[in-house]
């Protein structure tokens, strides 16, 4: 069904598409030049643009700075009341204003060329007061906003965040920027959660529930009820993970049970994972109704030696599961 929402709706969508489509094919060479630019910077991005540039200038600022490239946003009116002290010789500015006319961006710009602190801009209006004072200068396609009317920023900002967008992942890209170190700068939240290696979430030391393989079972039930995972592992005289024992294994020997001995009773050649698995992997592990695994807890193991052991309830307190 359409009705006049919908189609306003469409229409600055596929507006907004054509001119991310045409920003793709006006890139040339500048952008070359503005990632060495980035890279040659011994210190910080400092990423400025005032109003609606200036909302965009900060998403850039925080995506660059989650990927291996040190990035802070300024205020541009705050520069000029002492904030320019943030900004060093060592650093590169990123400056942002579709007109290339923004005035609060005046003395920012000045600064930069003061003390020779290289500048890169996005802009518009090659011309223009931004344009003309960059080192290197990165042009918009002057198209019309998706309003219709050229009032409302809208094609040009979300061409501004895509062009953010593509410099941020170059250079992670060039950095050789793994997921492992995104994780490092990002450890909250659903994308860390993911992130997650068993090692950040396992119990070890003497939370481990372990025993011998002729420990009485008398003495493997309190250790199994003190560390109050369900599980004990079976580890034999070297030290290696023999078997586990669990629920299932107590109630398939209940006839006897205190009379045997832990490797009576243990399963033996258990599920394990390693600590540099993700965590996502362990849950997947235990999950595995497919093949009759529906269990809670895993061992983690370095070679065959128990180092740990990881809870599904551990994945699910970081939102995993």
Known sequence: MSTPFLDTARRVIRTEAEALGTLAETLDGRFRDAIDLLLNAKGRVIVTGIGKSGHIARKIAATMASTGTPAQFVHPAEASHGDLGMITSADVVLAISNSGEAPELANLIAYSRRFSIPLLGITSVEGSSLGRECDVVLLLPRLGEACGTGVVPSSSTTMTLALGDALAIALMEHRAFTPENFRDFHPGGKLGAQLSRVSDLMHTGDALPLISLDT??????????????????????????????????????????????????????????????????????????????????????????????????????????
């Open 216 to 321: 009485p079972m008398s003495d493997a039930l309190i250790e199994i009820s003190q560390k109050g995972f369900g599980v004990v592992g079976v580890q034999n005289p070297d030290g290696h993970l023999a078997g586990i024992i669990t629920d299932g294994d107590l109630r398939r020997h209940m006839d006897g049970l205190l009379g045997q001995r832990a490797q009576d009773v243990m399963t033996p050649s258990p599920t394990t994972i390693t600590p540099d698995a993700l965590a996502e992997k362990a849950v997947a592990v235990m999950n595995d109704g497919n093949k009759g695994r529906g269990i809670t807890c895993l061992f983690v193991v370095d070679g065959p030696k128990p180092v740990g052991l990881i809870h599904i309830h551990d994945c699910l307190r970081v939102g995993l599961g």
